[in-house]
């Protein structure tokens, strides 16, 4: 009988970065799946407009005003984004903590300002065909925004207790990822619903 080899894994990290770990993987999965659920949104938008000759139906295109700070906002928020994930990376707990706290405050901020957005359609939801996929459309990014904000806010808290060490740098930097998919997710929605209506 051969001896089997056996090594001691057991100083070995819990935890990785990006690639490495199971999580990051899983929120490539739902960014995959969630682009997809965007580009059928957008493809009914599309249709929709194709086959109807004045778009928008009964309705002028939506306010600039909220939807252009809301983008402003978004990809001015990719540099502390960007700098609390290399925070996460280099485990330093002080500037991870300055960066959720800097990102949960800008993502509640995005949320009244998505609030205020929806004010400026000039469509209900249930109006007509153009309403509906409008609302769905920044319903859709919306939650999206809402969801991430929970979890920063989530991991801030975490990061000012005793479980901010370890595993929760990775998850930082997780969270982080899935902010970039939320920022790029709304570029193409943000041409689409604003500026294509007005071409």
């Not at 000759?53 to 700070?69: K, Y």
């Not at 906002?73 to 485990?91: G, Y």
């Not at 959720?100 to 300002?113: E, F, K, P, R, Y």
Request: charged share 15%; hydrophobic share 50%.
């Amino acid at each position: 009988m051969k001896p089997r080899p056996i090594q001691d894994v057991s100083a070995l990290p819990t935890y990785a970065f990006g690639s490495r770990m199971t999580m990051w993987w899983g929120t490539l999965g739902f960014c995959l799946l969630e682009g997809t659920g965007f580009a059928l949104a957008v493809g009914a938008y599309l249709y929709l407009a194709f086959i109807n000759p004045q778009w928008p139906l009964s309705a002028p295109p939506p306010d600039l005003l909220w939807s252009g700070l809301l983008t402003a906002v978004l990809l001015a928020s990719l540099w502390p984004n960007l700098w609390t994930k290399k925070a996460a990376k280099a485990e330093d707990l002080r500037r991870v903590r300055i960066g959720l706290v800097i990102m949960s405050l800008v993502g509640v901020a995005l949320v009244g300002i998505r609030v205020m957005e929806f004010t400026g359609l000039h469509v209900r939801w249930d109006q007509n065909a153009y309403g509906s996929i409008v609302w769905m459309l920044l319903g859709l990014h919306t939650v999206h925004i809402v969801t991430d904000v929970a979890d920063t806010i989530v991991l801030t808290v975490l990061m000012f207790t005793r479980h901010g060490e370890g595993k929760r740098f990775s998850d930082t930097e997780d969270n982080a990822f899935y902010w970039n998919f939320v920022v790029g997710s709304w570029l193409p929605i943000y041409l689409l619903l604003y500026w294509s209506p007005r071409l």
